[in-house]
T-cell receptor, first 113, second 109 residues
């Protein structure tokens, strides 16, 4: 089944403890992206990647890192999480540069206390 | 600054009603506009629009884009309770997507 898989689905952590949210897609998509979704603010892009070893900042990249060593994987790293990073995170992928629309992962609800 | 604005923010209708959701945008290097439906999970793709004046239709849902006036509408006819969701509009400008905050639709039996 074609899908974008994120893990974990739920995560509660403490301030400052490094964490990684994994994202993997099995559709051979070039374009992958991370979003956070907050009430009243909608989906905001954190980072995106147009292909292996090519990543770019989105609208809200501060406090996050990403890497794209393989086409299928695009992990999101929070080196020192803070409470303002409590949010619902989505990974998404698409063919080309995104013009054909995204397939979204199921989301990761992160709480930083 | 690139932005996508959706209206209304929230809508409550009765089953059988017809609704129109609006999306206006100011995004440089416009490439496409997409509509998504989000229930209690990840957004799912509805439509992609790239050309003005060409209606996209899927069952009771339809959408059209006006690239001159920089907006799109999503119509849902004969609404059902299963249409209750947040509807998101996204615009691809260059290589970056910009999302609106969504319209929350509630359909009452």
């Amino acid at each position: 089944e074609a899908q974008v898989t994120q893990n974990p689905r739920y995560l509660i952590t403490v301030t400052g403890k490094k964490l990684t949210v994994t994202c993997s897609q099995n559709m051979n998509h070039e374009y992958m992206s991370w979003y956070r979704q907050d009430p009243g603010l909608g989906l905001r892009q954190i980072y995106y990647s147009m292909n292996v070893e090519v990543t770019d900042k989105g609208d809200v990249p501060e406090g996050y890192k990403v890497s794209r060593k393989e086409k299928r994987n695009f992990p999101l790293i929070l080196e020192s999480p803070s409470p303002n990073q409590t949010s619902l995170y989505f990974c998404a992928s698409s063919f080309g540069t995104g013009v054909s629309g995204y397939t979204f992962g199921s989301g990761t609800r992160l709480t930083v206390v | 600054e690139d932005k996508v604005v959706q209206s209304p923010l929230s809508l409550v209708v009765h089953e059988g009603d017809t609704v129109t959701l609006n999306c206006s945008y100011e995004v440089t290097n416009f490439r496409s506009l997409l509509w998504y439906k989000q229930e209690k999970k990840a957004p799912t793709f509805l439509f992609m629009l790239t050309s003005s004046g060409i209606e996209k239709k899927s069952g009771r849902l339809s959408s059209i884009l006006d690239k001159k006036e920089l907006f799109s509408i999503l119509n849902i006819t004969a609404t059902q309770t299963g249409d209750s969701a947040i509807y998101l509009c996204a615009v691809l400008g260059g290589n970056q997507f910009y999302f609106g905050t969504g319209t929350s639709l509630t359909v009452i039996p």
